[in-house]
T-cell receptor, first 114, second 113 residues
Framework: DAGVIQSPRHEVTEMGQEVTLRCKPI?????LFWYRQTMMRGLELLIY????????DSGMPEDRFSAKMPNASFSTLKIQPSEPRDSAVYFC????????????FGQGTRLTVV | AQSVTQLDSQVPVFEEAPVELRCNYS??????LFWYVQYPNQGLQLLLK??????LVKGINGFEAEFNKSQTSFHLRKPSVHISDTAEYFC???????????FGTGTRLQVFP
């Protein structure tokens, strides 16, 4: 398997624009996570899905953020409208269901909002 | 709910010296504990994990960690570090019965020659 695949790797956008980040999890993994990494706050869990269903979105910072998982092989994180404070590295991770299992991370999307 | 505290944001150390990266957790349920490493411009990868049994866990690249239930700690150690160990290290906790994997804020290990 190619691992967790995220696109794009880098995104520069203007404030107010819509941004969509994409993730393809490892085949067979039932759980998918979106994290945001910043210097100030470290690695924050935004939302996670199990079997394509959102389980916990308590980490989503505002209504401007939304995430979907229409099928087992694809998820999106959307920010609309984007703001400069959304600039961060966004990671997608997947793992088999279960608290004992290891999470596998994508390479991340570095988002810059100017 | 679970939480993880990594008190040291940065740890500078000379090559071949020992190092300890501290991690404390809080949880109302039993947990599984993990250490991940992030090299520059990459995603995170698993170093080691504690699930049950022996409290001393050995991982990749010569790292080990010890689970201490009474102190709710899971400190990471290496007896002799190498320049290539320079990276960000994250402690993580997953409560039993959930899939929610929570990370600490990370510790940047900087190894100097």
């Amino acid at each position: 398997d190619a691992g967790v695949i995220q696109s794009p790797r880098h995104e520069v956008t203007e404030m107010g624009q819509e941004v969509t980040l994409r993730c393809k999890p490892i085949s067979g993994h039932n759980s998918l996570f979106w994290y945001r990494q910043t210097m100030m706050r470290g690695l924050e869990l935004l939302i996670y899905f199990n079997n394509n269903v959102p389980i916990d979105d308590s980490g989503m910072p505002e209504d401007r953020f939304s995430a979907k998982m229409p099928n087992a092989s694809f998820s999106t994180l959307k920010i609309q409208p984007s703001e400069p404070r959304d600039s961060a590295v966004y990671f997608c991770a997947s793992k088999p269901t279960g608290a004992r299992t290891e999470a596998f991370f994508g390479q991340g999307t570095r988002l810059t909002v100017v | 709910a679970q939480s993880v505290t990594q008190l040291d944001s940065q740890v500078p150390v000379f090559e071949e010296a020992p190092v300890e990266l501290r991690c404390n957790y809080s949880s109302s349920v039993s947990v599984y504990l993990f250490w991940y490493v992030q090299y520059p411009n990459q995603g995170l990868q698993l170093l080691l994990k504690y699930l049950s049994g022996s409290t001393l866990v050995k991982g990749i690249n010569g790292f080990e960690a010890e689970f201490n239930k009474s102190q709710t700690s899971f400190h990471l150690r290496k007896p002799s570090v190498h320049i290539s160990d320079t990276a960000e290290y994250f402690c993580a906790v997953n409560g039993r019965g959930t899939d929610k994997l929570i990370f600490g804020t990370g510790t940047r290990l900087q190894v100097f020659p």
